[in-house]
């Protein structure tokens, strides 16, 4: 479920804290943990992606979930969230979707998956701009 998913993600968020552990490797560690859990539910996350037959109740899981992770990123980011991080944020999520949507469609090859948490840091590097050479916040 989303609320195992969001508490997965916690710990990896205080445990890299607590260690100091640089953003890339957080973010890194994140979507390592995203990807298994949309791998493990995927045929139901395609058909919800594609097919718009997913029911309203769970696409507003997947909505509160998503304004979850948007906050997150604000406060892990910068102590100054913007109305231009916030978009830029929203955006790196459509990214995600499509992405991690052609990955399941391919049968969740694993000798891409690398290549796929690449071009998502990427994605989320150029979307954030310099909120990520900042971090950590001062």
Known sequence: T??????RHQVIIDEATATGMPLEGIARRLLH??????A???QSWITGMVGGTEPAST????QQ?????????????????????????????????E??????????????RES?????????AAAVGHAVQDYPPS
């Open 2 to 7: 989303i609320e195992e998913l969001k508490q």
């Open 33 to 38: 943990t995203y990807l298994d859990h949309i």
């Open 40 to 42: 493990s539910s995927r």
């Open 59 to 62: 696409m507003e899981v997947r």
């Open 65 to 97: 979930a998503r304004t979850f992770y948007v906050e997150q990123l604000n406060k892990h980011l910068t102590a100054d969230a913007t109305v231009g991080l916030d978009y830029a944020l929203w955006g790196f999520f459509g990214f995600l979707d």
């Open 99 to 112: 992405v991690s949507l052609r990955w399941l469609q391919q049968g969740c090859p694993g000798e891409h």
């Open 116 to 124: 796929l948490v690449s071009a998502v840091l990427s994605a989320l």
